[in-house]
C-alpha cells in the first residue's frame, strides 16, 4: 500500500472507487477518460466482485453473471480509450438464448429469431401466437422508453421522475412483469417463459413494474453473447484499460469508512488504518452497505439506518459449481430447468422466505461455446437456484450439501443423466457468502429488491442524496441489477460528476 495515500489537489484530482464489480470498472474507465487520477479498491484478492472467477482442477468457473446483452456498452468503454473490444475481447452469439425444460417435459428453444420463436410458440401453444406477437411489440415499446432514452438518466430529483410518469403510465408499467404477459398469452407456461427474466436480475415476476419487460427486446434486438474465456476475460480488459489510464486496481483493500468533511466525501479509512485522500468517492459496494457500514449515521438524514432496516432486499442465491468427466453433447449453454410451481415458488423466495422442497435451475454450460473452460473431455458447469435472503434463518452451513445432493439429483432425473457418477470437481455458494465475501446486505444477491417504490428516483441515487461527492454505481443504484443495468449506472456519472477542471 506504500505510495497510495495522496493529496488532495496533487496532480490529477482524484478518484476513489470501492469495488470492482463492472459497474466499479466500468467508472473507473470512464472517469480515467475524463482525466481523473482513479485508485481502485478491491476487498477481495482478485477484481470483478460477483464477477470473478474460480479455478479448481482444470475448470474454470466465472462466479456470477453469465449473460452478456447490450454489448455496446462494453465497445463504448474501449472506444473511449482509443481501442476497439473485439481487438482484446471476443464476443460470440449463443443460439438459443435458453434452452427451456418445463416439468412436463415439453421442451422451447427461446431465440432471437422471430419466426422460430413463432413456430416454438405454436408447438406450445398455437392460440398463443399473435398474443405473443402483440407482448413483444409491448416490450419494444417499453425498451424504447425504459432502456433507451431513461436507462442512463440520473433521477436526481422528483422531477426527473414526474417527467417519465406519463410514458411509464400509458405503457402500462404499473403493473407487475406477469400480469403484462398474462394480458397477451393464456398457456400458463408461455406465461412463466416471458416472465421469469426479473429473477435474472433479482426480481419478483410477479411484483417487478412492467418497466423490465423489455429485457425480452433488449435480448431480441442485441442477442444474448459469451466472452471467450467467460466473463473474467471482460474484467481483465477493463483492468488493463484502467491501467492503461495510469491508474491502479488494489487488491485485499478493505474499506472500513468513507470520511466526510464539511459534509463532502473527503476520501477513505481503509481496515489496516491506512487513509487515502480523494476529492470524490465512488461507491461499488452493495449500496445498503455502502450507507449503513462505510457511512457513519451522523452523516445520513436521507438512508437511514431505520429506513435501510424496512427497505425490501432481492432474495438471494444457491449456486453449486460442478465439472464433469465426460461431455454432455447435447445441454445448451443456457439451459433453465423448471419445476413443478411458478407463483407458489416465487412467493416461497420472496414472501414467506422458506427453502422450498421443489427447485427451478439455471444450467450454465460454457463448455457447449468455450471447451477451454474445462480439461479435455470434460465440461464445466454452473447450476444456480433462487433461495430467499437471510431473512429465512436458514442454517446454510448445515443445508449446503444437503441442498447441493437435491440439485444435482434434479439435474440427473432431467438434462444430465449420471451425473452423481461423473462429477470430477466441486464447489457451493450459499447466500452466507453474499453476505461475507461480498458484503451484500442480508446476503441478497442483487441489493434492493426492483419494485417500483424502489426504483429510479425511488432508488439511491447515483449521486448521493446525504454526502457531497459521494456518487453510487452497481446494482444497488439505478437502474438496476444485470450488466445491462451496471454499466448504465457508470454511464450516468458523465452527466453528474463535474469536470476535472472544477476540482483542479
Given at each position: 500500500?506504500?505510495?497510495?495515500?495522496?493529496?488532495?489537489?496533487?496532480?490529477?484530482?482524484?478518484?476513489?472507487?470501492?469495488?470492482?464489480?463492472?459497474?466499479?470498472?466500468?467508472?473507473?474507465?470512464?472517469?480515467?477518460?475524463?482525466?481523473?487520477?482513479?485508485?481502485?479498491?478491491?476487498?477481495?484478492?482478485?477484481?470483478?466482485?460477483?464477477?470473478?472467477?474460480?479455478?479448481?482442477?482444470?475448470?474454470?468457473?466465472?462466479?456470477?453473471?453469465?449473460?452478456?446483452?447490450?454489448?455496446?456498452?462494453?465497445?463504448?468503454?474501449?472506444?473511449?480509450?482509443?481501442?476497439?473490444?473485439?481487438?482484446?475481447?471476443?464476443?460470440?452469439?449463443?443460439?438459443?438464448?435458453?434452452?427451456?425444460?418445463?416439468?412436463?417435459?415439453?421442451?422451447?428453444?427461446?431465440?432471437?429469431?422471430?419466426?422460430?420463436?413463432?413456430?416454438?410458440?405454436?408447438?406450445?401453444?398455437?392460440?398463443?401466437?399473435?398474443?405473443?406477437?402483440?407482448?413483444?411489440?409491448?416490450?419494444?415499446?417499453?425498451?424504447?422508453?425504459?432502456?433507451?432514452?431513461?436507462?442512463?438518466?440520473?433521477?436526481?430529483?422528483?422531477?426527473?421522475?414526474?417527467?417519465?410518469?406519463?410514458?411509464?403510465?400509458?405503457?402500462?408499467?404499473?403493473?407487475?412483469?406477469?400480469?403484462?404477459?398474462?394480458?397477451?398469452?393464456?398457456?400458463?407456461?408461455?406465461?412463466?417463459?416471458?416472465?421469469?427474466?426479473?429473477?435474472?436480475?433479482?426480481?419478483?415476476?410477479?411484483?417487478?413494474?412492467?418497466?423490465?419487460?423489455?429485457?425480452?427486446?433488449?435480448?431480441?434486438?442485441?442477442?444474448?453473447?459469451?466472452?471467450?474465456?467467460?466473463?473474467?476475460?471482460?474484467?481483465?480488459?477493463?483492468?488493463?484499460?484502467?491501467?492503461?489510464?495510469?491508474?491502479?486496481?488494489?487488491?485485499?483493500?478493505?474499506?472500513?469508512?468513507?470520511?466526510?468533511?464539511?459534509?463532502?466525501?473527503?476520501?477513505?479509512?481503509?481496515?489496516?488504518?491506512?487513509?487515502?485522500?480523494?476529492?470524490?468517492?465512488?461507491?461499488?459496494?452493495?449500496?445498503?452497505?455502502?450507507?449503513?457500514?462505510?457511512?457513519?449515521?451522523?452523516?445520513?438524514?436521507?438512508?437511514?439506518?431505520?429506513?435501510?432496516?424496512?427497505?425490501?432486499?432481492?432474495?438471494?442465491?444457491?449456486?453449486?459449481?460442478?465439472?464433469?468427466?465426460?461431455?454432455?453433447?447435447?445441454?445448451?449453454?443456457?439451459?433453465?430447468?423448471?419445476?413443478?410451481?411458478?407463483?407458489?415458488?416465487?412467493?416461497?423466495?420472496?414472501?414467506?422466505?422458506?427453502?422450498?422442497?421443489?427447485?427451478?435451475?439455471?444450467?450454465?454450460?460454457?463448455?457447449?461455446?468455450?471447451?477451454?473452460?474445462?480439461?479435455?473431455?470434460?465440461?464445466?458447469?454452473?447450476?444456480?437456484?433462487?433461495?430467499?435472503?437471510?431473512?429465512?434463518?436458514?442454517?446454510?452451513?448445515?443445508?449446503?450439501?444437503?441442498?447441493?445432493?437435491?440439485?444435482?439429483?434434479?439435474?440427473?432425473?432431467?438434462?444430465?443423466?449420471?451425473?452423481?457418477?461423473?462429477?470430477?470437481?466441486?464447489?457451493?455458494?450459499?447466500?452466507?457468502?453474499?453476505?461475507?465475501?461480498?458484503?451484500?446486505?442480508?446476503?441478497?444477491?442483487?441489493?434492493?429488491?426492483?419494485?417500483?417504490?424502489?426504483?429510479?428516483?425511488?432508488?439511491?441515487?447515483?449521486?448521493?442524496?446525504?454526502?457531497?461527492?459521494?456518487?453510487?454505481v452497481g446494482a444497488g443504484t439505478h437502474p438496476g441489477a444485470g450488466l445491462p443495468g451496471v454499466l448504465s449506472s457508470a454511464r450516468i456519472l458523465d452527466r453528474v460528476v463535474q469536470d476535472v477542471a472544477a476540482f483542479a
Open positions: 500500500m506504500d505510495g497510495l495515500t495522496h493529496a488532495t489537489g496533487r496532480h490529477r484530482p482524484h478518484a476513489v472507487v470501492i469495488g470492482s464489480g463492472f459497474g466499479g470498472l466500468a467508472a473507473a474507465v470512464r472517469l480515467g477518460a475524463r482525466g481523473w487520477r482513479v485508485t481502485v479498491l478491491e476487498r477481495l484478492d482478485q477484481p470483478g466482485g460477483r464477477a470473478r472467477v474460480f479455478r479448481q482442477d482444470g475448470f474454470t468457473f466465472d462466479a456470477g453473471p453469465t449473460i452478456v446483452t447490450a454489448p455496446f456498452l462494453f465497445e463504448e468503454l474501449w472506444a473511449l480509450c482509443g481501442r476497439r473490444l473485439r481487438d482484446d475481447v471476443e464476443l460470440r452469439p449463443v443460439s438459443p438464448f435458453y434452452r427451456v425444460r418445463f416439468d412436463d417435459g415439453a421442451w422451447f428453444d427461446y431465440t432471437g429469431d422471430a419466426m422460430a420463436m413463432r413456430a416454438e410458440v405454436a408447438k406450445l401453444s398455437p392460440g398463443d401466437v399473435d398474443g405473443y406477437e402483440r407482448f413483444m411489440r409491448a416490450s419494444a415499446a417499453i425498451c424504447r422508453v425504459g432502456f433507451e432514452q431513461l436507462g442512463d438518466v440520473p433521477f436526481s430529483t422528483w422531477r426527473d421522475m414526474a417527467r417519465t410518469v406519463p410514458d411509464l403510465l400509458r405503457l402500462g408499467c404499473w403493473r407487475s412483469v406477469y400480469s403484462l404477459v398474462a394480458r397477451h398469452v393464456k398457456d400458463e407456461r408461455l406465461r412463466t417463459l416471458l416472465s421469469f427474466h426479473p429473477l435474472l436480475i433479482g426480481g419478483n415476476p410477479f411484483s417487478a413494474s412492467a418497466v423490465y419487460a423489455l429485457i425480452a427486446h433488449l435480448e431480441r434486438h442485441w442477442g444474448v453473447h459469451y466472452a471467450m474465456g467467460g466473463t473474467g476475460a471482460l474484467v481483465r480488459g477493463l483492468v488493463r484499460l484502467i491501467e492503461g489510464h495510469g491508474n491502479a486496481l488494489i487488491c485485499n483493500a478493505d474499506v472500513r469508512e468513507i470520511l466526510v468533511r464539511d459534509g463532502a466525501a473527503r476520501g477513505v479509512l481503509l481496515v489496516d488504518g491506512e487513509r487515502i485522500d480523494a476529492d470524490i468517492v465512488v461507491s461499488n459496494a452493495d449500496s445498503a452497505t455502502t450507507y449503513r457500514r462505510l457511512l457513519p449515521a451522523g452523516h445520513r438524514k436521507h438512508w437511514t439506518d431505520r429506513r435501510l432496516a424496512r427497505a425490501r432486499y432481492s432474495m438471494s442465491l444457491f449456486v453449486w459449481y460442478f465439472g464433469t468427466r465426460r461431455r454432455y453433447a447435447d445441454v445448451a449453454h443456457h439451459t433453465l430447468v423448471l419445476g413443478p410451481r411458478y407463483s407458489a415458488l416465487v412467493r416461497d423466495v420472496f414472501t414467506r422466505k422458506v427453502l422450498a422442497n421443489d427447485m427451478s435451475l439455471y444450467l450454465h454450460r460454457p463448455t457447449a461455446t468455450d471447451p477451454a473452460m474445462a480439461p479435455d473431455g470434460c465440461d464445466a458447469f454452473y447450476a444456480l437456484s433462487p433461495v430467499p435472503h437471510l431473512d429465512s434463518g436458514t442454517d446454510w452451513a448445515a443445508e449446503a450439501e444437503r441442498y447441493r445432493a437435491r440439485v444435482a439429483r434434479r439435474l440427473s432425473e432431467t438434462v444430465l443423466p449420471g451425473l452423481e457418477d461423473c462429477i470430477a470437481t466441486s464447489r457451493t455458494l450459499t447466500p452466507l457468502h453474499f453476505q461475507t465475501e461480498l458484503a451484500s446486505e442480508r446476503g441478497a444477491a442483487f441489493g434492493l429488491e426492483p419494485i417500483l417504490s424502489q426504483s429510479a428516483w425511488f432508488r439511491p441515487h447515483n449521486r448521493s442524496e446525504d454526502v457531497e461527492r459521494l456518487y453510487l
